[in-house]
């Protein structure tokens, strides 16, 4: 039973794969990624310093902090589309016919869109790696192995959240919409309206940073941050309140757990929805 519901899962992972790769969209976000490295090597940003960082360091720095912004909604316009997508064209219930589970349809699809999301973006590093060696600049190796995990990271929580989203929505437009609603959300959580409610009632500015770290973004953010600097300086006083709280290393631990548990937890309640409600 284990070897035929692995096998059903591999197809679903397969055939989505597959279609993805037909896909002009798919094609245009791997050349962006690869086009930005490309660009920020040409402008000579290895070669600009910023808190003592130069070189791949700097480019890697810089990657990252963009990434931010385009990967989350990038992720949740593609994604939360994908089973209520399925779904209005008929393509959901002629799959479900076949002899499969729900959750072997929703966990096939999720290992899919991660793959699809995620390659082209370690692509990229990968190619500003290479290049790097090739023009003998340092490779800052533990920096770019935690940015890999980092983005992974950020990726698997936007994912786990889209299919939640997709697997509870009706309707196309109403995913899109809600989906735009969370990522306004997050963003605007990761100081403005923190910062405005801090001032306006006078709370307690830790209970504010502890909020905010609740944030995925904000632990994304600080955790991109803390790895090139360490003593945050670029947060002002709020570093004194993580850095005193924990210490560097259990932060940037914390800053790769919490996203993918998150995600997860989004995930299997996607799924637990997607097995026991009327999805067709």
């Known amino acids: 039973m284990n070897k035929i519901r692995n096998k059903n899962l591999w197809e679903i ?8 790769l037909r896909s002009k969209s798919f094609w245009l976000y791997t050349v962006f990624f690869a086009l930005f490295v490309a660009v920020m090597f ?6 600009s310093q910023v808190i003592g960082f130069v070189g791949l360091s700097r480019l890697l720095v810089t990657f990252t902090q963009v990434s931010m912004v385009i990967l989350p909604i990038y992720v949740l316009i593609s994604t939360v589309r ?6 209005e064209n008929g393509v959901l219930e002629y799959t479900l016919a076949l002899p499969l589970s729900f959750s ?9 869109r991660f793959t699809v999301i995620y390659l082209p973006v370690l692509f990229a590093m990968v190619m500003a790696v290479v290049w790097g060696i090739f023009k003998s600049l340092e490779i800052p190796w533990d920096l770019f192995f935690l940015y890999v995990f980092l983005l992974a990271s950020m990726i698997f929580f936007f994912l786990g959240l889209s ?23 997050l963003v605007a959580f990761m100081d403005i309206l923190l910062i405005g409610i801090m001032l306006r009632w006078r709370v307690n500015p830790e209970a504010i940073i502890g909020v905010a770290l609740l944030n995925p973004l904000q632990v994304f953010r600080t955790g991109s941050l803390i790895l090139f600097d360490p003593k945050l300086t670029v947060m002002g006083p709020v570093s004194y309140y993580i850095l005193d709280t924990v210490s560097r290393e259990t932060f940037i631990a914390f800053s790769l757990l919490y996203p993918v548990i998150l995600g997860l937890i989004f995930a299997i309640l996607g799924n637990r929805y997607f097995n026991r409600h009327d999805v067709v």
């Open 13 to 20: 992972y397969r055939i989505d794969i597959k279609q993805n």
């Open 82 to 87: 994908s089973l209520v997508g399925d779904k």
């Open 163 to 185: 299919m939640y989203l997709s697997a509870k929505s009706r309707t196309q437009e109403n995913a899109l919409g809600i989906s735009f609603m969370i990522w306004i959300f």
């Open 42 to 47: 040409m402008t000579g940003i290895t070669e």
């Open 104 to 112: 072997t349809y929703f966990w096939g699809k999720f290992l899919s």
